[in-house]
Each structure stands twice: as structure tokens, then as C-alpha cells.
């Protein structure tokens, strides 16, 4: 069987795969069934900002749940629910659970780094590591690119003075130069990039005439582009990288290790199948690396990536839909 052991930001993992943040993991139980079912990591459901903010006596800001761009947080609301203390005590709760599994605490992160300390308090809460999951909504025309980009960078930057924990930072996708932001980022010392961050989706109900939500949980359809950019940034970006959204295979992780991805996230086939989706996928994956002739994850990550390819321009392709069938 090959060996799915690996390292990613500095931790041993017994496999890649890693519980994403969500409501499956706001418990300490939760983090234990992900333990027991297999998971090499698990990151803690998201703590948000405001509520860190609101408890430090800062100006509360109203926040709508519903329109909140995180669906995997959203899923379940506990994350606005509970207050800094009660998440101290997740941490150290989980870590107990998790035994020598690494836990990663979670912030949703929309504003400014004014409260980058309380990555402190979870450093000695115990957590192993840090996810900055950061949703910036950019509603305002006066915010140039470059100024969204700062202040991601400025977060990054004030938690990183705050904490020696190993950080990753989920993003999303829409950026004018993904790779220079990476870059940017692998610059203020984050370990890690997770490529990416499952927004609330928008819709409308006709029939209602209201607003709504497309379903909150992602479709085995939806890795293409996290597939791309990691394939891009393997060994470009001076930053490790992990997959998220549209996992929901052995295929499409192996595609993801073979891409560059040191792990890879999954949630949504978790909500859809149960916890055995995870030993499955574990099983699956090492059958399929046995197929290949792989021997481990090391063996695998990078090999179909940009870096390593002898026609790295077929990585740049956009426009291929009208140059071979003609349709716009």
C-alpha cells in the first residue's frame, strides 16, 4: 500500500487529507469523529472576526448571517454564536480529542488585523496552526485592487508578528494577480496557501421575489480552478499549498497532490455521505496511488505541474472553447 504520511507547514501528517472548517467540526466530538475516521488534520469551524472584535469592546458591526460570503462557516451558525472564550476552550478541548492528529483554529476574517493579538491566545490554547480564512467583500468602487490586496497583506502581516504558529490563508480566486498576491503573502512568512475559499453563493427567487442562496455545499465539478492555480504555483510562490471545494473523490485529490497540493480540504462530501466518507477516500486514494506506481505522497506531489512540464504554455489556456469548437 503506499505511504500517504507527509509533512505540510512544518507538521506530520499521517495522511493528506484534512477535515475543512465547518459546522462537522465545531465540537469537540466532531473533531473527534474526523480523528476517528481517519483525517492526517482538522481545522476548527471559523471564529469571525467581529465576534473577536465585539468582545474587545470594539464597535459591533450588524452582520446578516445570511448574506455572509461563507458558506462553509454558515453552514452552521455556531461560529457566530459562540464567544473568544468558548473558542479558547474548542481549541483545547479538540486538541485533547485529537490526540496527535494537528488541529488548526480558524478565523473568518473580513476587516483589518486590529485583532491579530487573540492569535496569541489561541497559540496557547493549544492549536498547531492557524487558518486565516479571508473573505473581503469588495463592495466599495473607490477600492482599487491594490488596496484590497494591502490589506489582506496587513492582516497576514500583524498575525504573523503575533504568533509563531504555522499560519494558512484561504482565499478566494477573484484577484487581479493571483500570483503576485501569493507571493505577496508567502512574504509576511504564512506557511501556506488553500486555494479556495468557498463563497456564499447569490441567487434570486422569482417566484418570491426575494433573495436567496444557491446550495452552500460544492458539486464534484467545482475543482477546476483550485486545480489550475495549484498547478501554476508549485514551486513559483515560495509557499506550500493545500486544494479546497469540489473534493469529493480519490480522482480529484490525487489530481491535486499530482498538481503540487501538499493536502487537500474536504467538507461537503462529509455533509453528503457521512464520516465514512473520509476512510473511503483514504482507501481509494491509496489504491489508485498503487495503481499508478506511486510509493508515496511525495512521490506524486508536483509531477503534473507547471514547474515540472514540458509544455508549461498549456497551463495558460483560456480561450480554448472557440478555438476548437467555435462556439463564443
Known sequence: MAELSTWFMGLKLKNPLVVAASGLTSTPEGVEKAVQAGAGA????????????????SEEQGLDLDAYPDAEAFISRTAWEEGTGKYLDLVQKAKEKAQ?????ASINCVGT???????????????DALELNIAFMPFSTAASAKEIEEHILSTVKEVRLSTRLPIEVKL??????LPNLAKSIAREQANALVFFNRFYKFDIDISGMKLTSAPV????????????????????AGIEL???????SAQTALKFLLAGASTFQVCSGIYKNGWKFVSGMLDDLGALMDEQGFASVDAVRGKLSAHNAQKPEEYLRLQYIKALTGIN
Do not use: C, M
Request: cysteine-free; charged content about 20%.
Open 100 to 104: 496527535d492528529v494537528p488541529v488548526f
Open 172 to 177: 478566494g480566486q477573484q484577484y487581479s494577480s
Open 217 to 236: 455545499t460544492s458539486s464534484p465539478d467545482e475543482y477546476h480552478e483550485s486545480l489550475r492555480w495549484i498547478s501554476l504555483l508549485f514551486q513559483r
Open 242 to 248: 493545500s486544494a479546497a471545494t469540489g473534493i469529493h
Open 42 to 57: 482538522v481545522v476548527l469551524k471559523s471564529l469571525f472576526e467581529e465576534q473577536i472584535l465585539a468582545e474587545l469592546g
Open 113 to 127: 488585523g486590529k485583532w491579530a493579538n487573540f492569535a496569541r491566545e489561541i497559540e496557547k490554547a493549544g492549536a
